[in-house]
């Protein structure tokens, strides 16, 4: 039972002790308050005597100031009302009474027509009552005080009159006050620190304020409670807060009264807290000497109560009761005498220390042998979680709940290495505080010789570290604060590696020093090499299963593990009487990109390409990476066809915007092939080749797109696929032909050149058109060997036909896939070499169709000027059909412009044509071009092309193209226009 802190003895000296102290409280606080009432007499008899010293003041300047307006209405510049002398005149005696902020005179009707301060424009001071008063009584007057309207000022205006002969008031002299004196007279009186000086005048407003604060004059104290005991007595004293939230002591009087009825006030504040110091400093030194005698008395009758006897019993009755709870390391803590209860004492402590060292003993043992257990007990249970657990995640994180559930562990945790960081994270804790791991992160040295004594080094040699006092071993000095405030004391980290590397970290934490002893530390470096072995168990499946599933790159399933879920899928819709959606989607100019910018680049947009399709499906859709730069997707469980076109709109808009990698941004269109089952197939193999015949057709259109699987593109698929398979040997075949159609001049009708135009004649498909075969040599890139066998063979063709004498003008085609390469220019002049033609006086002109010129206008435009400088011309093909700039096409180096026959066949019969024809022929010509006319087929058109302006034309009207046996037939024709 606890002793009660107050007995009889001490209850009774406390209640002596405080009644001794009441009446010199009493006095001390009397005296205070008489103090105090002294201060405040004094304080506002100081402040009535200021007021009383400024209304003598006010007074005398009054009288100085009749005395001065007196003589100045016989000054002649006054009284002669001459504005400017006037004005000057004030301006002097201004500046020879600084105390006043202006002089002046206005005329009987209140006009101001002199003044010493320039008047920013007319000034009427009629409606003033000092005016009005100097005219009616024709004697000195004195205004209120308010801020002037041509000073802008606090002041106070007097007016005195000037007469004429019969005694009115001709003008008035007028003088206002500066209320600096005022100023003046609050520093001469030396009134205490953060005093305040105030005048206002009868409705609240203050004219004048020392200090000043923040805009006072002008504003109104009317709804202020000092202003209310102003209105009530005129002349007072009371206490209040001012405009500074100061309080103080406030003495107020009138201070210039008109008619009885009093108008400007005038308030002395001094601060309470400066006015009762010197009170409140005499109490308070009273009430401390009080205090500290009294507490003083209180101490000595409490110590002398106790010292003796309550408290050397009390301290041994407190051990036995600690004892009977079992606590057998209480010791009587009482002062060792030489008396009966220093002998008891002793005789306790004596029986306690024995029992002590009895129950400690017993306890080391049962701890041993229960930590043992306890640590087999978690190896035996973890051994079963690897031989059952597959999953690493599961497996660390199982392994954590083991040690603290089965090893009582009050924490245990796995760290990770962070690879850009090369630190110990945590990944993986079991316990109660499971944020202090994320407190402590271990960064490891490079190699483990950099710091043999450091933690990191230590496991990075694959050795364990043991700290079995937190607070003692300076390996944890950077970490120890962390866990010493949670209540850890001891710790081991223990090794994790794979492969002979380290991979982590267990961390086990407990909450006595030396929990951590060798029998039992043998036990969790066998726990910690089982858990490693697991580890490297599950990452040699994983490896194995990333490698058979999964695309390295992007981390998409491959085609062999989006095949397995394709079926899936396929069979749970046949089953619900669903739909499955694949859709082939294809990544365009990734090889253009790769070439550019490098392969790392080209990775880098993959995988962000495979995040943006992964973010646009449902979870339980598959993406899979098809190919190079093909991905595939299964929509499974679709309902609608709708459906699968928002997932496509989706995707294309998500792909319309661009791709930053490495500071540059890359824009990519995306081609989509959609089948849908079981309508395009409803096995595997049927709907992924159908999806791919899609894309095909999507391939071929421009700007991102997606198309889905008809027949009728599967029929057009096949007979692209059979035109492709026999492009590819048509050269070494020598399937091919250059056929040359004649440009005509269209003033003389004499041939003046030819264009070179391919044909193809298979022994399989038979006469191929190049509108049906040049699509898919431009798709497989076989169009660069194809055009450069048309440009070497109708090279040697115009040398053969120079050396006969016919000196025409060749024009080749040019592929933009050709104009893209880099090694183009190259390629050409080394054909004009082999082919002994001089590009210097060939006469070779290339052709680029405006659109492939556009692609890469920029690009183009240096590589034209290479060749054009090497004696080559430059023709623009099909003109009209592109987006050429005429920013562009000013820059660019063109000889020719040819009109693409798309205006040209209805140029008789479309007003909008003919204009659109013209005006290419005189953008042309203004850029010093010439123009060739494509398809002309009647005599009509020839016709108004001439009219136009047309430099040359060809088409059907001449001749088709013809091999060159057949052209030359025709060579030295004047051709007269014919319909053929």
Not at 78 to 85: D, F, L, P
Not at 629 to 649: E, K, N, W
Request: with cysteine.
């Amino acid at each position: 039972m606890k002793q009660p802190l107050f007995t009889g003895l001490r209850a009774r000296l406390i209640a002596l002790v405080l009644m001794a102290a009441a009446p010199a409280l009493a006095f001390i606080l009397y005296s205070g308050f008489e103090m105090r009432q002294q201060a405040e007499t004094d304080v506002l008899d100081r402040a009535q005597q200021v007021i009383a010293h400024a209304a003598t003041t006010q007074e005398q300047i009054f009288q100085d100031t009749h005395h001065l307006l007196k003589i100045l209405a016989q000054v002649p510049q006054v009284r002669e009302s001459n504005g400017i002398a006037c004005s000057a005149f004030m301006a002097t005696l201004l500046k020879q009474y600084p105390h006043y902020t202006n002089f002046g005179v206005a005329h009987r009707n209140g006009d101001i027509f002199c003044s010493a301060l320039p008047l920013k424009g007319p000034v009427d001071i009629s409606d003033r009552s000092y005016f009005q008063s100097a005219v009616a009584n024709r004697d000195f007057s004195v205004g209120e005080y308010q801020i002037g309207r041509i000073t802008g000022k606090p002041a106070i205006n007097f007016g005195y009159p000037v007469l004429d002969q019969p005694g009115e008031a001709r003008t008035v002299i007028f003088a206002a006050l500066d209320l600096a004196w005022l100023r003046q007279l609050a520093a001469d009186s030396q009134l205490p620190e953060n005093s305040s000086f105030t005048m206002i005048d009868r409705n609240g407003t203050i004219l004048l304020r020392d200090p000043e604060i923040n805009g006072p004059v002008g504003r109104s104290i009317a709804d202020t409670n000092l202003f209310g005991a102003i209105r009530t007595r005129a002349n007072g004293v009371m206490q209040s807060s001012g405009l500074d939230n100061v309080e103080r002591l406030y003495a107020f009087a009138a201070l210039h009264e008109t008619s009885g009825e009093p108008e400007v006030y005038l308030i002395v504040g001094i601060p309470v807290a400066i006015a009762f110091a010197g009170a409140n400093a005499s109490l308070l030194r009273g009430l401390t000497g009080l205090g500290m005698v009294t507490l003083l008395t209180l101490v000595i009758a409490w110590v002398g109560s106790d010292m003796f006897i309550l408290r050397r019993v009390s301290a041994l009755l407190a051990a036995v009761r600690r004892v009977t709870a079992g606590d057998l390391t209480t010791r009587a803590d009482v002062s060792p005498r030489n008396d009966e209860i220093g002998e008891l004492s002793r005789a306790f402590d004596n029986m306690t220390q024995s029992l002590e060292r009895r129950d400690v003993r017993i306890r080391e043992d049962e701890v041993r042998i229960a930590r043992l257990n306890r640590i087999y007990a978690v190896l035996s249970n973890i051994n079963g979680a690897i031989i059952r657990i597959h999953d690493r995640d599961a497996l660390l994180q199982e392994a954590c709940r083991i040690a603290v559930d089965e090893g009582r562990f009050r924490l245990a945790g796995v760290s990770l290495i962070d690879p850009e960081t090369f630190r110990l994270v945590p990944a993986y804790i079991s316990g109660n505080d499971k944020d202090m791991l994320h407190e402590i992160r271990l960064r490891l040295p490079d190699n483990a010789a950099d710091d043999g004594h450091d933690i990191g080094a230590i496991l990075l040699a694959g050795e364990p570290v043991v700290i079995n006092n937190l607070a003692h071993d300076v390996r944890a000095a950077t970490d120890r604060g962390t866990a010493l405030r949670r209540g850890y004391r001891s710790c081991a980290l223990l090794p994790l590696q794979i492969a002979g590397k380290l991979t982590g970290c267990l961390h086990l934490y407990a909450d006595e020093a030396g929990f951590f002893d060798d029998q039992e530390m043998k036990l969790l470096l066998e726990l910690a090499a089982d858990i490693s072995l697991g580890l490297e168990h599950i990452e040699n499946e994983g490896k194995l299963h990333n490698l058979a599933n999964y695309d390295l790159l992007t981390g998409l399933p491959n085609r062999g593990l989006f095949r397995d879920r394709l079926e899936q899928s396929l069979s749970r819709a046949r089953h619900h009487g669903r739909h499955v959606a694949v859709m082939m989607l294809h990544i365009d100019r990734l090889k253009e990109i790769n070439s550019l910018h490098g392969q790392h680049v080209g990775d880098m947009l993959l995988r962000e390409a495979a995040r943006r399709l992964r973010g646009l499906v449902r979870e339980g859709d598959t993406v899979a990476r098809a190919g190079s730069s093909v991905f595939s997707a299964a929509l499974a469980d679709v309902a609608h066809t709708r459906d699968v076109i928002m997932v496509a709109r989706k995707i294309t808009n998500v792909f319309a915007e661009p791709i930053e990698l490495e500071d540059t941004e890359f824009y990519v269109t995306i081609r989509i092939g959609i089948a849908v089952s079981p309508e395009d197939g409803d096995d595997v193999d049927t709907i992924l080749k159908n999806a791919e015949v899609a894309l095909n057709i999507s391939q071929r259109e421009a700007g991102s797109t997606y198309r889905f699987y008809t027949p009728e593109i599967n029929t057009r698929a096949l007979e692209r696929f059979e035109i492709e398979q026999e492009l590819r040997h048509a050269l070494e075949r020598n399937e091919f032909i250059v056929h040359y159609q004649p440009v005509v001049d269209m003033n003389t009708g004499a041939i003046i050149g030819c264009e070179a135009l391919l044909r193809w004649n298979n022994q399989t498909l038979g006469a191929v058109s190049p509108g049906r075969f040049i699509p898919v040599a431009e798709e497989t890139d076989l169009i660069v060997p194809i055009g450069e066998w048309v440009l070497r063979t109708a090279c040697e063709q115009g040398r053969l036909w120079r050396e006969q004498g016919l000196n025409l003008r060749l024009a080749v085609n040019i592929s933009a896939k050709q104009l893209r390469r880099a090694e183009f220019p190259d390629t050409v002049l080394t054909i004009l070499r082999k082919t002994g033609v001089d590009p210097a006086s060939s006469s070779l002109t290339l052709e680029i169709t405006e659109s492939e010129l556009m692609e890469n206008a920029e690009g183009s435009t240096e590589l034209l000027k290479n060749l054009q400088t090497r004696g080559l011309s430059i023709s623009i093909d099909d003109f009209g059909t592109g987006y050429s700039s005429l920013s562009y096409l000013k820059r660019l180096p063109v000889d020719t412009l040819k009109i693409d026959i798309s205006f040209i066949r209805d140029i008789t019969r479309s007003h909008d044509d003919a204009a659109i024809v013209k005006a290419i022929i005189a953008l042309a010509h203004s850029l010093d071009m010439k123009i060739v006319a494509e398809g002309v087929e009647t005599r009509e058109q020839f016709t108004a092309l001439r009219a136009l302006g047309c430099d040359a034309a060809q088409g059907f009207l001449f001749s088709p193209a013809v091999p060159a046996a057949d052209f030359e037939k025709l060579n030295g024709r004047c051709f007269t226009p014919r319909i053929s």
